[in-house]
T-cell receptor
Framework: AQKITQTQPGMFVQEKEAVTLDCTYDTSDPSYGLFWYKQPSSGEMIFLIYQGSYDQQNATEGRYSLNFQKARKSANLVISASQLGDSAMYFCAMSPEGNDMRFGAGTRLTVKP | DVKVTQSSRYLVKRTGEKVFLECVQDMDHENMFWYRQDPGLGLRLIYFSYDVKMKEKGDIPEGYSVSREKKERFSLILESASTNQTSMYLC?????????????FGNGTRLTVT
């Protein structure tokens, strides 16, 4: 079974600085997808970024990038130039071939002005 | 944009009641999912479905069942609600059964069982 580990229950970052949210995973599947979602206080789940297990390059989406280290089974999210609106819960998730996605426990990010 | 609609935002039920949580998606997605979200535990998969009348158990199916009679609708059923089922329930859908298809979530139903 897949397991996703997010070891940082809470993180603080100063506005305009970069922050890295950690995620490690465990799977025996050769092919899988890695995802990050944002959940603001309103409760909606917002898809941020995707990385395929066979992708050679790290995924980027605007200020979000995914630092994918396959041998270490890590998929850290990097947010550059943090904004106050980035304050939210962030979830790392992994999807096997069947798309039944599993999630980590989440990291609560607080951006300080 | 995909819209996933959960019928209730807040629900309060009594122990032992049968509870139905409804979810509808409007983008002809193949797959639908039910998760529960609890602080410190993240999202845990209860049940999912790849097709009409088809269901698969997730990681925590005990105490729950599901129904998918139409492609757009996926219902979660608590046969006899218990206080440990007090939680936020999230429904999601995805276009394809492969590992690069992101999930689209509803806004959640916060269920309280007293």
């Amino acid at each position: 079974a897949q397991k996703i580990t997010q070891t940082q229950p809470g993180m603080f970052v100063q506005e305009k600085e970069a922050v890295t949210l950690d995620c490690t995973y465990d799977t025996s599947d050769p092919s899988y997808g890695l995802f990050w979602y944002k959940q603001p206080s309103s409760g909606e789940m917002i898809f941020l970024i995707y990385q395929g297990s066979y992708d050679q390059q790290n995924a980027t989406e605007g200020r979000y990038s995914l630092n994918f280290q396959k041998a270490r089974k890590s998929a850290n999210l990097v947010i550059s130039a943090s904004q106050l609106g980035d304050s939210a819960m962030y979830f790392c998730a992994m999807s096997p071939e069947g798309n039944d996605m599993r999630f980590g426990a989440g990291t609560r990010l607080t951006v300080k002005p | 944009d995909v819209k996933v609609t959960q019928s209730s935002r807040y629900l309060v039920k009594r122990t032992g009641e049968k509870v139905f949580l409804e979810c509808v998606q409007d983008m002809d997605h193949e797959n639908m999912f039910w998760y529960r979200q609890d602080p410190g535990l993240g999202l845990r998969l209860i049940y999912f479905s790849y097709d009409v009348k088809m269901k698969e158990k997730g990681d925590i199916p005990e105490g729950y069942s599901v129904s998918r009679e139409k492609k757009e609708r996926f219902s979660l059923i608590l046969e006899s609600a218990s206080t440990n089922q007090t939680s936020m329930y999230l429904c999601a859908s995805s276009l394809r059964t492969d590992n690069n298809s992101p999930l689209h979530f509803g806004n959640g139903t916060r269920l309280t069982v007293t």
